[in-house]
């Protein structure tokens, strides 16, 4: 046994509440080390002790670890633990003093109590949710009479600076087409006043851009989606603010003697926004001034900003910018403000990387996925991965959070900072397709943004940000169907949403990966063939199944054609 591989801590991922009775346990061992693995349990009061010993079933693996979990049940929430476990050749016991050969010896982790204010709790519509992300200036002009006046054409290529008259009554406009498609989410980047088209730099956090609409506009999109089924959520910029926030501008005109001095990360006084002499968002973007958010007034602002949009607008969630920039005090507090204003909001964090800091039930819901992003772009898109590495990754993510968040996840496949998943792809499609596939039947909310379910290509910013394609002739219709077929399948089927999910399939050679997700009514077979040849695949166990896709019975053995998929319901 390689006791040195083998990895266990009492608290974040590796110990948790998945109800107010029930906790997960997670433990590492090297890939392939381990024949079995027990968890004996107890309450941690109870003498003489009487254990309950559960098989923690394997759960995947990443490069060099095996997982290993188990659910467990606590009548009284008190709970003490340790392992036993088999290598084939040795038993040991492996508890908080470490490795030893009786259980006495090995001491016990403990969870002291699962404390219900402590519980990691996700808004339940997440399961069934689709997302669509729209960047408002380029979705559709519902109402030309907000438009700037230096509007371009729709459909030439956008700059960084360019604006397209995109509005929220465009939105309106076309809910009955996001009905149809089936999402159920929309996410839109930023709609409050600010002078830039793509609306970061806030200059008002209480007013909508009247190039998108008024008060009443926001309030009616809201009223609309929801009378259709499908929540909105809006873009927080809390870390940072645009040059023409009132605050940074007293600051500016005032120097020292603003009263807003404090608001600011200021290196010199005045402030030079030629010399850039304060902190920003990234390296020196003069027109977003970093904001401190550990001044309790700037806390005190935001907060009442975070609350008035889903209390008096009644957005249903958040999305948080830069979020890891921001102090982790304020984002706890943050959430605390949304959840009393509505329980059941949903906030997503903008991190790029390893999120556990913020998602472990204080903080975030879930983040924007850029790693599950990352893993597809490579094995799909470039193909620059294999099955095996690419099933890792996967592993490795899920494995960093908490299963709450992993269903809390926007899935994404690109957004308005990444270049299109079609051009990625080289614009082969058939690789995206299998992509989307992916997305729709994996762990976490898809997320797509907008244009890519009609083929849109693009370059990352701006080029990724074009303008809509609503000429039916000019979209890809094969691709808009794939969507609607997959987010049905999707949304009719709860082993897609919290079913476990089970590598059955990861080849290397042959790049094909299937996996079961199940929960205790259905069990779904994916198979993926990521290759340019037809191949093969046993349905697991031997099982048949019905093609959710096309409606065909299959049993013993599936034919996938190159790049082709099968999504089965198993008998
Ligand atoms: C503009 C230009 C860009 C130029 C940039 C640099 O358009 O071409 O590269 O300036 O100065 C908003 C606008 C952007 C604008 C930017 C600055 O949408 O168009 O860019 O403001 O004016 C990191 C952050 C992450 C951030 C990305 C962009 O961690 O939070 O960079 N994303 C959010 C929004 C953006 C928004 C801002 C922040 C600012 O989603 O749209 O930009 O409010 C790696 C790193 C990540 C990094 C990522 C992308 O993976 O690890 O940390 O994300 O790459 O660069
Ligand atoms: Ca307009």
Redesign the pocket.
Known sequence: MIQEAIFHVPYGAYAYSLSPHHARITLRAKRGDLKACYLVHSDRYEVPDIYETVRLSFSGSDELFDYFQATIESKTRRIRYRFLLDDGVKRLWYGEQGFASDLESSGCFQLAYLCTRDLYSVPEWVNDTVVYQIFPDRFWNGDPANDPEDVCEWGELPT?ATFFGGDLQGIIDRLPYLEKLGVNLIYM?PIFLSP?T?K??TTDYFSMDPMFGDMDTIKSLVKEAHARGIRVMLDA?F??CGADFAPFRDVVEKGAKSRYVDWFHLREVPVDMKKINYET???G?A??PKLRTENPEVKKYLLQVAEFWVKEVGIDGWRL?????VDHAFWREFREVVRAANPEALIIG????DSSPWLQGDQFDGVMN?LFREAVVEFFAKRTIDAEAFDSRLTKTRMMYKEQANRAMFNLLG????ARFLTVCGEQEERMRLAVTFQMTYVGMPEIYYGDEVGMTGE???DCRRTMIWDEEKQNKDMLKLHQDLIAIRKQHSALQTGSYRTVIKDPLTNLYGFVRENGQESIFVVLNNSPRSQKAAIPGGASGTDLLTGKKHSGELVLKPYGAKILLLQ
């Open positions: 960084a980047t830039s793509h970061y730099d910029v870390n940072h968002f990234a390296n973007v027109t977003m910018d830069v979020a890891n920039e903008e991190v790029w990387h850029y957004s308005h900072d990444t990352t910013d701006p």
